[in-house]
T-cell receptor, first 113, second 110 residues
Framework: DSGVTQTPKHLITATGQRVTLRCSPR?????VYWYQQSLDQGLQFLIQ???????AKGNILERFSAQQFPDLHSELNLSSLELGDSALYFC????????????FGPGTRLTVL | QQPVQSPQAVILREGEDAVINCSSS?????VHWYRQKHGEAPVFLMI???GGEQKGHEKISASFNEKKQQSSLYLTASQLSYSGTYFC???????????WGAGTKLIIKP
């Protein structure tokens, strides 16, 4: 158990819908990262927040947005969902702002029908 | 620029050795290694830093050749539990994001 929690574990929805994925980092970690992993593919970095501020952006679509709240939990919002958005979405956390050890949550499996 | 991992996949018998490589065309500050079992989250294995410092917590060894900008992960006397996909993440500076390789799938057969 990494100490990072993600909810929900599974999400099934239809095309065009909007969903919110939630992540709580390990106690004391200030950075949260979001990744997308399509079936048997690598990790695609989406976005990083550090202590409430956006720190780095990767290949995140305009239909996707994220935020980190004062209690450091983070949410990833996915809208106008398409079939291709079906994937595992991982959240990871680390203590600092730089590329230190990242601790991954169990992931949210999103299925868009 | 995405680091290149090789091989893409390898199948071993239990007890055999494996080497997984991660190469970059850019000068690296650090290389991070993670293992992911099917359907699970990636788990940290090791960080190798420029200058030779190495941080890890499992009985897995690795090297970082700064001249070649290549890291190698050594799995000796492989066990069934070593099966999974190994990812390397690299960065050019401690303040930069990790860029992840495509992964190496390791299958260990009894």
């Amino acid at each position: 158990d990494s100490g990072v929690t993600q909810t929900p574990k599974h999400l099934i929805t239809a095309t065009g819908q909007r969903v919110t994925l939630r992540c709580s980092p390990r106690s004391g970690d200030l950075s949260v990262y979001w990744y997308q992993q399509s079936l048997d593919q690598g990790l695609q970095f989406l976005i990083q927040y550090y202590n409430g501020e956006e720190r780095a952006k990767g290949n995140i679509l305009e239909r996707f947005s994220a935020q980190q709240f004062p209690d450091l939990h983070s949410e990833l919002n996915l809208s106008s969902l398409e079939l291709g958005d079906s994937a595992l979405y991982f959240c990871a956390s680390s203590p600092g702002v730089s590329a230190d050890t990242q601790y991954f949550g169990p992931g949210t499996r999103l299925t868009v029908l | 620029q995405q680091p290149v991992q090789s091989p893409q996949a390898v199948i071993l018998r239990e007890g055999e050795d494996a080497v997984i490589n991660c190469s970059s065309s850019k000068a690296l500050y650090s290389v991070h290694w993670y293992r992911q079992k099917h359907g699970e989250a990636p788990v940290f294995l090791m960080i190798l830093l420029k200058g030779g410092e190495q941080k890890g917590h499992e009985k897995i060894s690795a090297s970082f050749n700064e001249k070649k900008q290549q890291s190698s992960l050594y799995l000796t006397a492989s066990q069934l539990s070593y099966s999974g996909t190994y990812f390397c993440g690299t960065n050019m500076d401690s303040n930069y994001q990790l860029i992840w390789g495509a992964g190496t799938k390791l299958i260990i057969k009894p």
